[in-house]
């Protein structure tokens, strides 16, 4: 198995896509990219921590690429959006990418810059590509939120 992190706003409803997917053996969604450690869903949603909502994706590689798993986050939200996602603003929200070895950078990058080239959206992509940092799950009420109830956020 193979893992992959993404922000894309809101994390329950980006769990939810992910989740449906041909491959994805787990997702747990929680907050990493910041510098307070063990954040509560309480603190993050403030916008001061420096965490981003996140998705940490486990899938097989036989099954489904990395490269698939990017296209798939890019289109799952508005990755031209600055720290927005529908009606969730902040920094919290932000488009991007936690590179988990040089090889997942390059192909983010890549495919950043081919979809940018293509012109896929009307504005050019705002996602960030940086490294992965220290994951901290989520609240067990966040996990598999729209499984349980059946709601997601603005975002997707």
């Not at 296209?71 to 529908?86: I, K, M």
């Not at 590179?99 to 890549?110: G, K």
Request: hydrophobic share 35%.
């Amino acid at each position: 198995m193979a893992i992959a992190t993404f922000g894309a706003g809101c994390f329950w409803g980006v769990e939810a896509f992910f989740d449906r997917l041909n491959g994805v053996t787990n997702t747990t969604v929680g907050y990493t990219g910041g510098f307070v450690e063990n954040p509560s869903y309480e603190q993050v949603k403030t916008g001061e921590t420096g965490h981003a909502e996140s998705i940490r994706i486990e899938f097989d590689p036989e099954v489904l690429t990395y490269e698939a798993l990017v296209e798939y986050f890019l289109e799952a939200h508005d990755p031209t959006s600055v720290n927005r996602q529908g009606e969730d603003v902040g920094h919290q929200y932000r488009s991007v990418i936690f590179y988990a070895n040089e090889e997942q950078r390059q192909q983010s990058v890549a495919k950043i810059k081919e979809w940018n080239d293509r012109g896929i959206f009307k504005s050019p992509i705002v996602t960030e590509v940086v490294p992965a940092s220290t994951f901290y799950e989520a609240e067990e009420y966040h996990q598999q939120y729209v499984k349980k109830y059946g709601a997601a956020c603005s975002a997707v």
